[in-house]
């Protein structure tokens, strides 16, 4: 009687997860096991939006397995020192768990091949997982991995995806004890409005985008007010939902906005590589600039708490707040804001995205983050977003900063971009703050440091 141990991490999924399918397919008896690793919460990523979205994501896998006769095995503490136990107690041959970029899933990675050894336990880490491509898949010729968006895209359509692995239909799981589901209910500090995880809501969320919205993302992506993106970054932050069958089923599709959407994916797979790579970046800086970020904790505050005066920035960081997400368009606009006009550390605002985005990803937020502070991947390091004119372009009728700054829920529509401009005895009534921050004066102040 062979078993083995499926170690999940970011793939909290039945459907197309090649760890799972790979170790019911060589052995007798698997065991489903996760493990709420006291090293995650030691870095600072145990948000309670993630939090509480990974009880939903753990409520359903548990429900999926049992569904086909098995279970999931939870337990709390180092993971490595819980991975030993369990494989002890089994009699396990082999462990089975996804690839990771960061840092820490590297040296937990290592760390396992280490103390499974002396128990006569192999390691088998499985590519293509968390990604549609494995980070490695593509590189340019003279380097490890391409820093540039574009050619990478060009190579990775090029490349093929490994075919969707199977569903499992049974699961024999060995003698042992499941331990307690992490609850939802139990999570304090929740963003009120933050949605629903797991495989189930993943998926009829992933039905009902390509049954119709998604033909729309390539003209429709950056309306805020319409709001016509998949919001499926969480899902596959958790692993919920895979990367590779979401680009499969996209490309079926053959409109613009299908390729748009795969041109999104891409995003997310080019910045895996780039962390791959270059481990460091989640915290330094990738292409230095020689940046002398200001600490001014009133301006920092003011941007935190979506009370800048700019309207459109506070709208998405009251977002943020209350769903636990942000529209991709105002994530790019608050981010320039903080960086290129208050001219703050990134590293500030990537840590603030990241206790609250349910969707708070290594990868992903630092090197966007990067990207918009120029000290990243960008080839235009300078650019800055000026929040009045995205505003005007992609909230036109300021119906986006109304339904989050409802104290300009009543403005003209030539104002609600610009409320400083209303009559001093109108401003007077609204409740709302001067900007923090002149834009010229700040975009002057960034250009001095710069050198731009």
Not at 39 to 44: D, E, L, M, P, S
Not at 186 to 208: F, I
Not at 237 to 243: K, M, Q, V
């Amino acid at each position: 009687m062979t078993v083995s141990v499926v170690l999940f991490t970011s793939d909290l999924r039945l459907h197309d997860n090649p760890v799972l399918s790979a170790a019911v397919r060589g052995s007798d008896q698997v065991v489903p096991l996760f493990v709420d690793d006291d090293g995650v919460r030691a870095a600072g990523f145990d948000a309670p939006n993630r939090r509480a979205f990974l009880a939903d994501c753990l409520t359903d896998l548990d429900a999926g397995l049992r569904s086909r006769g098995g279970h999931l095995v939870v337990r709390g503490g180092d993971v490595v020192r819980e991975v030993c136990a369990v494989v002890t107690s089994v009699g396990a041959d082999r462990v089975h768990v996804a690839s990771g970029v960061s840092a820490y899933a590297a040296r937990r990675e290592e760390r396992l091949r280490e103390a499974l050894e002396p128990l006569g336990c192999g390691l088998s880490v499985h590519d293509a997982v968390v990604t549609a491509l494995a980070p490695g898949a593509v590189v340019p010729a003279d380097r490890d991995h391409y820093t540039v968006f574009t050619p990478y895209f060009r190579r990775w359509s090029q490349e093929g995806l490994r075919e969707v692995a199977p569903t499992p239909r049974k699961i024999s799981v060995p003698e042992v004890a499941a331990g307690p589901l992490p609850r939802r209910a139990s999570v304090k500090g929740v963003s009120p409005a933050l949605v629903e995880g797991g495989e189930t809501a993943g998926r009829e969320r992933l039905r009902k985008w390509l049954a119709g919205p998604v033909a729309g993302y390539e003209d429709g992506h950056d309306d805020l007010a319409g709001d016509a993106t998949s919001r499926l970054s969480p899902f596959l932050h958790f692993g919920t939902l895979s990367a590779v069958e979401l680009v499969r089923l996209a490309r079926r599709e053959d409109s613009p906005g299908a390729h748009a959407f795969v041109r999104q994916l891409a995003w997310r797979d080019f910045h895996h590589q780039v962390l791959a790579a270059r481990p460091a970046a989640a915290h330094r800086d990738y292409r230095p600039r020689g940046d002398r970020w200001r600490d001014d904790e009133r301006e920092i505050a003011a941007w935190r708490d979506g009370r800048t005066g700019y309207p459109l920035v506070d709208a998405a960081m009251r977002q943020l707040a209350h769903e636990g997400w942000m529209h991709n368009r105002g994530r790019m606009l608050v981010a320039s804001f903080l960086t290129k006009t208050l001219y703050a550390d990134w590293r500030t605002g990537a840590r603030h995205f990241l206790d609250l985005l349910v969707d708070g990803d290594v990868a992903n937020n630092q090197l966007n983050w990067q990207w918009v502070a120029g000290t990243g991947t960008d080839t235009r390091p300078n650019r800055v977003l000026n929040p009045v004119i995205q505003g005007k372009r992609f909230d036109p009728e300021g119906a986006y900063v109304k339904r989050w700054v409802p104290e300009l829920a009543d403005l003209e529509r030539k104002f609600v971009h610009e409320p400083w401009k209303l009559k001093e005895a109108d401003r007077a009534g609204l409740d709302y703050p001067e900007p923090v921050v002149d834009l010229a004066e700040g975009r002057a102040r960034f250009e001095r440091a710069r050198g731009a």
